[in-house]
């Protein structure tokens, strides 16, 4: 996967990436599940940044998943500014039903930005090929809060998620 984002983005906080075999318009199936593909190491590239760093030296067959669940589990930490994470899912539930792939890139540089648009490229290996019909998907989370009131149709954009979580922790939006 390889896409340019506009300039006018915020740089990216969190990439989520995962993927679904022969799902996608089949009703029988369920799109709410998700797919290990057999992976075994994943890496993202912004600009020239590479995240994370170390391999994942992943093997669903074998159980050595656990790095994985642990970025997934790390993300309410990160993301909330929690002390400590309460994962929705077991390990088990993870690996048979939503496995998916975290990537933390909230500890950038400010220079990323410097050129413009943000060059984020997603490099995945598989133990085995790839099935056909898979689906890979990919959110992007940006450190830019928005508060919309319908009332008055007004948006409140705020600079940085952590400048708001600190000022306003007990604020429900």
Do not use: W
């Not at 984002?5 to 998700?34: A, D, G, H, Y």
């Amino acid at each position: 996967m390889d896409f340019k984002s506009t300039n006018q983005l915020e740089k990216p906080r969190f990439i989520i990436i995962r993927f679904q075999t022969k799902r996608k318009n089949v009703e029988s199936k369920n799109m709410s599940r998700f797919d290990h593909i057999t992976l075994t190491n994943l890496k993202v590239y912004l600009n020239s940044e590479v995240y994370p760093y170390d391999n994942l030296d992943l093997d669903f067959d074998s159980n050595y998943f656990a790095i994985l669940y642990e970025m997934y589990a790390q993300l309410q930490k990160s993301y909330y500014y929690r002390e400590q994470s309460e994962p929705c899912f077991y390990p088990i539930n993870f690996k048979q039903d939503t496995p998916l792939v975290v990537i933390d890139c909230s500890r950038q540089g400010e220079d990323i930005l410097k050129g413009g648009a943000v060059d984020i490229r997603v490099e995945f290996e598989t133990k085995k090929a790839l099935q056909a019909n898979t689906t890979a998907y990919c959110l992007i989370l940006h450190d830019r809060l928005v508060k919309y009131n319908p009332l008055t149709r007004q948006c409140v954009y705020f600079r940085s998620l952590a400048k708001v979580n600190k000022e306003k922790r007990k604020c429900s939006f």
